[in-house]
């Protein structure tokens, strides 16, 4: 069985090609050429943790594996997303790999909201604000400029040390000036693309900050509260990865559309479209 470390996967990852790999499952995901059964996840909750098994077959790749992901999000001194990926050999069931999946889920999740801003977003979007300051808003800040020439970057997350640090750190990744900004409303108004990846209990995206036809990806996820507010997504063209997952309800589903349902902003029929039905 071959492993992969870490580091081999960071060496072998291919932004780019990702992204399209990620195209092709989703597209094939839509029409039902795929097997995705909705995740299960244990709580811990004196830990306002979880741990999550995701299992997935593509037969149009061969592809048969399944992720356990652990979701501890008070960790300080280590990751609060840690995960191994097990891949199957199809035709008869055996384990192939073995691979760190810390790397690949933050490059995929990444990758996924790439491929959303690539499609749902203008042409002509400039401005990017990135919310968060840990490893999911790290990989959107290599990703998204990968779809879009953004003149503007802007950060902003809940300690402003850890927002500069970061701004500091993208500067020299991408080669242009990344601006930390002291507010989630600073960095969001006049942006062209949001981009949410925190654990926060409470909305760090407000309708009242966003312009008419921002384009707002969010992946964070927190069991007490949601990143996005209620009128965000009454007033969004709602897009998912996949209805079945997104309507779910927590800790399979996504909390943030859970409560916006909750208190009658939107209905499961809200939902305009899956990625995979607009690749």
Known sequence: MLVLSRPDVERLLDLDRLREAVAEAMAD???GRASMPSRIAAL??????????MPAYLPSSGALATKLVSLFPRNSDRPTHQAVIVVFDASNGSPMALMDGEAITAARTAAGSALATDLLARRDAN??????TGV??????RAMP????FRE???AGHHATKAHELAN?????????????ETYADAIRDADVVSAATHSPEPVVRREWLSEGTHVTSVGYNTA?????GATFRDALLVVESRGAALAPPPAGSNDIAMAIAEGAMTPEHVHAELGELV
Request: charged content about 30%; proline content about 2%.
């Open 153 to 155: 970057v802007r950060v």
């Open 136 to 141: 999911q808003a790290r990989a959107h800040l």
């Open 169 to 181: 750190e993208a500067t020299e990744w991408l080669g242009k000036k990344v601006r930390a900004v």
């Open 44 to 53: 811990v909750p004196e830990r306002d943790a979880l741990l999550a098994a």
């Open 127 to 132: 401005v990017l604000a990135v919310i968060g």
């Open 29 to 31: 995901l839509s029409a």
């Open 225 to 229: 509260g949601r990143e996005v507010d």
């Open 146 to 149: 990968r779809v879009r020439e």
